[in-house]
Nanobody, 124 residues
């Protein structure tokens, strides 16, 4: 499956933004889709994931209540709605897909397919 992340940009603290991850190549609904981010000099970290099947959602503690992951299977797209953005959210955001078990959903290594990343910069 091929993934294309988009929607990043330069925003101010407190703003909202929605990232999109468009998938092609395979049945989108067969995969768990996750969002990760990587800031300069830091490791890639888990942000949110949406499981295939039951649609369970899991979030990193630092985005709970601010970010929402959702999917539109008809459009083969997963979204990450980000509200109340902070300068600490500045990073390249990646979407990823895989047949992921719940216990591994926060691990980048559990995902087989990655998009190219989209840059989010939040100014103070």
């Amino acid at each position: 499956v091929q993934l294309q992340a988009s929607g990043g940009g330069l925003v101010q603290a407190g703003d909202s933004l929605r990232l999109s991850c468009a998938a092609s190549g395979r049945t989108f609904s067969d995969y768990t889709i996750g969002w990760f981010r990587q800031a300069p000099g830091k490791e890639r970290e888990f942000v949110a994931t949406l499981k295939k099947g039951d649609g369970s959602r899991y979030y990193a503690d630092f985005v709970k209540g601010r970010f929402t992951i959702s999917r539109d299977n008809a459009k083969n797209t997963v979204y990450l709605q980000m509200n109340s953005l902070k300068p600490g959210d500045t990073a390249v955001y990646y979407c990823a897909a895989g047949r992921v078990i719940t216990s591994s959903a926060r691990l980048p290594t559990a995902y087989n397919y990655w998009g190219q990343g989209t840059q989010l910069t939040v100014s103070s």
